[in-house]
């Protein structure tokens, strides 16, 4: 059984849990508090201070995209890369796409406009301390706030922001058209990276408003998460720090 280090609400932790859930690996979590991996306490796990982190045996795999090949080469099947290159590089291409710019709508949106921080910040701050939870909740927005505006989308007005988002469903819409997924005819890593963005955009107001505009990719949406959904299992063996 593997062991993910994990930020629960973190995108690219969904995105890894419906890998292994898709690939049918056994795993089991452990939930790390921000403050702690912010703090280096789990420095020898992650230099970084970022999660999520694999450990699969004596190997241990940071980022989500390297874990993501890393499944793949260890559980082949199901296949989450194409066999064709073309489409294998488009896979590439919208996984990257998905991580470095889908992903700043959803800090922004979600983490940073006030009536959406009020219901996710709490949420990322479950598995702190009491005391340290009340402590961080009015800053974890400023900080998130500064990351985005220091990389541009968090230094535009909400309207350009939601209007941008909105393009990007377009063009997922059209790469869609009338097919069941992203890249060829079978769920790819592509479907999976996207998703993972969208189902947290999906979280702000906003973003959830654009989907519903968008029957296209609300339909995708479904049966993305459909082929990944991880059940609730009262019986899981998580660990929580």
């Not at 849990?17 to 790390?32: A, M, Q, S």
Request: proline letters at 8%; a negative charge; hydrophobic letters at 45%.
């Amino acid at each position: 059984m593997v062991l993910l280090y994990q930020f629960e609400i973190s995108p690219f932790c969904d995105k890894v849990r419906r890998i292994l859930h898709y690939k049918e690996v056994p795993y089991r979590v452990v939930e790390i508090p921000p403050s702690e991996a912010a703090s280096g306490r789990w420095k020898e796990i992650s230099p970084t201070g970022k999660f999520p982190v694999l450990e699969d045996g004596s190997t241990r795999i940071l980022d989500s995209t390297d874990i993501a090949r890393h499944l793949e080469a260890r559980h082949p099947s199901p296949a989450l890369l194409p066999a064709d290159p073309r489409d294998r590089a488009l896979v590439h291409v919208l996984e990257d796409w998905a991580d470095e710019s889908l992903y700043f709508f959803e800090m922004t949106m979600r983490l940073s406009w006030p009536q959406n921080a009020a219901r996710w910040v709490p949420e990322l701050l479950r598995a702190e301390k009491p005391l340290v939870r009340r402590l961080m909740q009015p800053v974890v927005p400023r900080i998130v706030s500064r990351t985005t505006r220091s990389q541009g989308l968090g230094r535009k007005d909400p309207e350009t922001v939601v209007a941008e988002l909105g393009a990007h469903l377009d063009a997922i819409a059209a790469l869609l058209g009338d097919g069941p997924w992203l890249v060829g005819d079978a769920l790819s890593l592509a479907d999976i990276a996207v998703y993972a963005q969208l189902f947290c955009i999906a979280g702000a107001v906003e973003g959830a408003e654009a989907i519903a505009a968008r029957p296209v990719v609300g339909a995708w949406m479904e049966r993305v998460d459909d082929a990944t959904h991880i059940p609730a299992d009262p019986a899981a063996a998580d660990a929580h720090a």
